[in-house]
């Protein structure tokens, strides 16, 4: 499996009620329909680890591709990097991190 982590803060010019009404729908309904995606999730990060440490980021979003074919297909997808470049204007500082899940744990 592979997982792309987004973490990521808020443009200085960009009011969070309206970016998370606009990012838990039309956004959300949008990382759903890249294609191969088997799962999409977002977060607002609230602490971090060790105690006392001020989190670097305000927000997080994972999308799950089955394997290394279906996540490039998908995500390096002409379209789905112009509404990339379009909505990386919302945000501030930003990191993206690929992962490929070697164990899953399925409790």
Not at 74 to 91: I, T
């Amino acid at each position: 499996m592979i997982r792309l982590t987004v973490l990521y803060n808020l443009s200085e010019h960009e009011e969070e009620d309206a970016f998370l009404e606009w990012r838990l729908s039309e956004h959300q309904d949008a990382n759903e329909s890249i294609s191969g995606v088997v799962r999409t999730d977002f977060a607002r990060i609230t602490e971090c680890w060790p105690e006392g440490s001020v989190p670097s980021y305000r927000f997080q979003t994972t999308a799950e591709w089955p394997d290394r074919e279906s996540f490039e297909h998908g995500f390096y997808d002409e379209a789905v990097q112009a509404g990339l470049r379009e909505n990386l204007r919302k945000l501030g500082d930003y990191a993206f991190v690929v992962s490929e899940i070697l164990v899953e744990s399925k409790k």
